[in-house]
């Protein structure tokens, strides 16, 4: 025990990489936190033009390029799509914001189909209750569908977002010192490969448990609601 705590000690406190640990935990986080609110953006303006098109026969056009979007990123792993946005489409920006937003368009893909899903829940005479008081479609949306669609959609996001997190491991791909790199970069500057990993591993599920707790806790209420 003696023994281990004293590698842990020069691993991380002497070399000083505890610093790096946190500031790739850091990282992660606000990459994963910016990458959830472009994806429900995106993730709702997609589910939304989709409700619109199925009565409108103009929207037509921006419907199929929303199913376009979903299908072709939902057909190209997240690592070759963060490969393809940092070295061609955003070749000058910075590591972790182009992180952001590619992992905010791959998860805006999964979240339209989960906002869709939960607009498609809400039973449809509350729109056509909505449409005989005088209400537009967009008011209908807006005032009645989406605050009931709330109920299903909120646990799903959470579930997205956990899976976001971990998702978020392969930005190290990118010169992103996320938590996963920056535990590899203490792994080769150490030559300690037990310990930086296990942080990392922990790291991870400890998050994630945190967040399984909040959503089940927050689920809970929604379902006294």
């Known amino acids: 025990m003696s ?31 910016g990458a ?17 098109a199925e009565d409108s026969p103009g929207l037509a056009p921006a419907a199929w390029l929303c199913d376009l979007y979903v299908k072709v990123i939902r057909g190209i792993p997240v690592v070759v799509l963060l490969l393809i946005f940092y070295f061609i489409i955003f070749s000058s920006s910075e590591g972790t914001v182009v992180a952001v937003l ?24 509350q729109a056509e209750a909505g449409r005989s008081l005088g ?34 491991s392969v930005a190290g791909y990118v010169a992103v010192v996320d938590l996963t790199r920056a535990g590899n970069l203490v792994r ?6 037990v310990n930086p990993l296990l942080l990392v591993a922990l790291t ?14 927050f689920e809970k209420r929604m379902s006294k609601k």
């Open 3 to 33: 023994a281990w705590l004293e590698k842990l000690n020069e691993t991380f406190l002497v070399t000083g990489y505890w610093h790096m640990m946190l500031e790739g935990l850091s990282n992660t986080v606000v990459i994963t936190l």
């Open 204 to 217: 991870y599920l400890t998050l994630v448990l945190v967040l399984t707790a909040a959503l089940e806790h």
């Open 36 to 52: 959830l609110i472009i994806g429900v953006v995106i993730g709702t303006l997609i589910a939304v033009v989709k409700y619109f």
């Open 102 to 125: 590619t992992f905010g368009i791959n998860s805006g893909a999964y979240m339209a189909e989960l906002i869709r899903s939960g607009i498609q829940a809400v039973d449809g005479g």
């Open 135 to 168: 209400l537009s479609r967009l008011q209908t949306m807006r005032q009645i569908i989406f605050p009931q669609a709330i109920h299903y959609i909120l646990p799903a996001i959470g579930n997205e977002f956990i899976a976001l997190l971990k998702e978020t």
């Open 188 to 193: 080769n500057n150490t030559y300690d490969a």
